[in-house]
């Protein structure tokens, strides 16, 4: 009972966090440049998001075959290759990286 | 290689979409198969995905309290670590703001991957639009999906990082937001913001490196003013 009490309330929470940033983007004009500047946030966060998760694991080094991975996927991408490839190939490089023995 | 029904001009989005929802799929399958072997009843992942629909924040909760750190703090790291959609929200919530219906619904399905197809098709709204519904709708069922079959699959739990899809997440943001970095502005703010990110984060919760990453704003502003002066 208190296990779906929780359940809900992490989907409500969620909701209300989606929620408030469109509900306040769709309440104010915007000039050109806010909106360049909102969209410039939120490229920030997802490159943050992306850098956090490729070089830490829980606050700590990630070792070197994830790092590693993510740049060769970021080299292809670089060279304009399909999202596809960029995607199978960081992922390859890294398993392979790891199947080798190499954390 | 796509079928025949979808649109011509939107084919690499249904393509690339369902690429990436293969790796989704399978990170649904951990995490259904995780809490199962853990002992917690099957509806609790299927519930939990079917209703959250944001991976970060299910293994969040669902880590603090296999851990036995409790449900209140295992809510706290779930909704601490979503924080990061208001800003996605703030910037793709447009998109959605039609119909009642849409708003409901857009809103439901914000996640990272919708916000960066949605900003990589940059100022076509119509392509945004088409862009941010078709990759999300694919990951909505991918995870689900996933998180089913785990849940069926029993004590078998497969381990994302043996097929390297812990690298395909950040390497497919960084694809996605790589043309947006042409402008110096931004190419600016984003290096400032991921340097802040990452050396707090050994110390904040998680969730937070990457909010306190917008400060890296800050490093654009100097050139804005002049910019705004010499015009």
Redesign the interface.
């Known amino acids: 009972m208190t296990m779906l009490a929780a359940i809900l309330a992490l989907a409500a929470g969620t909701y209300l966090i989606r929620l408030s940033g469109a509900v306040l983007r769709n309440r104010i004009t915007l000039t050109p440049r806010a909106e360049a500047v909102l969209k410039a946030g939120a490229v920030v966060v997802l490159l943050a998001l992306a850098a956090t998760s490729t070089l830490l694991v829980e606050g700590a080094w990630a070792g070197w075959a994830l790092p590693a991975g993510v740049l060769v996927g970021t080299a292809l991408a670089w060279r304009k290759a399909p999202l596809a490839v960029v995607v199978i190939a960081a992922a390859a490089t890294t398993a392979l990286l790891r199947l080798a023995g190499i954390a | 290689m796509s079928p025949r029904f979808l649109p011509e001009r939107d084919r690499?989005i249904y393509?690339?979409a369902t690429?990436?929802s293969i790796?989704i799929c399978i990170v649904g399958v951990s995490f259904g198969a995780l809490a199962t072997a853990a002992g917690?009843p099957w509806w609790?992942p299927v519930?939990?995905s079917l209703?959250?629909?944001?991976a970060t924040?299910?293994f969040a909760?669902l880590a603090v309290v296999l851990a036995g750190g409790g449900?209140i703090a295992?809510?706290a790291a779930?909704?601490l670590v979503?924080?990061?959609?208001?800003?996605?929200?703030?910037?793709?919530?447009?998109l959605?703001?039609g119909r009642w219906w849409t708003?409901l619904l857009?809103?439901?399905m914000?996640i990272?991957q919708s916000?960066?197809f949605a900003?990589a098709a940059g100022a076509d709204r119509r392509r945004a639009k088409t862009a941010y519904w078709v990759t999300t709708t694919i990951m909505f069922v991918a995870w689900n999906a996933g998180t089913l079959i785990g849940v069926l699959a029993g004590g078998f739990i497969p381990d994302p990082?043996?097929?390297?899809?812990?690298?395909?997440?950040?390497?497919?943001?960084?694809?996605?937001?790589?043309p947006?970095?042409k402008?110096r502005?931004?190419l600016l703010?984003?290096l400032a913001?991921?340097a802040?990110?990452?050396a707090t984060?050994?110390?904040l919760p998680?969730g937070l490196?990457?909010?306190v990453?917008?400060l890296?704003?800050l490093a654009?502003w100097p050139r804005?003013g002049r910019k705004a002066a010499s015009e």
């Open positions: 690499d393509r690339d690429a990436m790796g917690l609790i519930g939990m209703l959250t629909y944001a924040s299910q909760m449900l295992g809510l779930g909704v979503h924080l990061r959609h208001i800003p996605y929200g703030l910037a793709v919530g447009d959605y703001w708003r857009g809103t439901f914000l990272d916000t960066a900003l990082d043996v097929f390297g899809l812990d690298a395909a997440f950040p390497a497919l943001l960084i694809a996605l937001v790589l947006s970095l402008d502005d931004t703010a984003v913001g991921a802040v990110a990452v984060a050994p110390f998680t490196p990457v909010l990453a917008l890296g704003l654009t804005r």
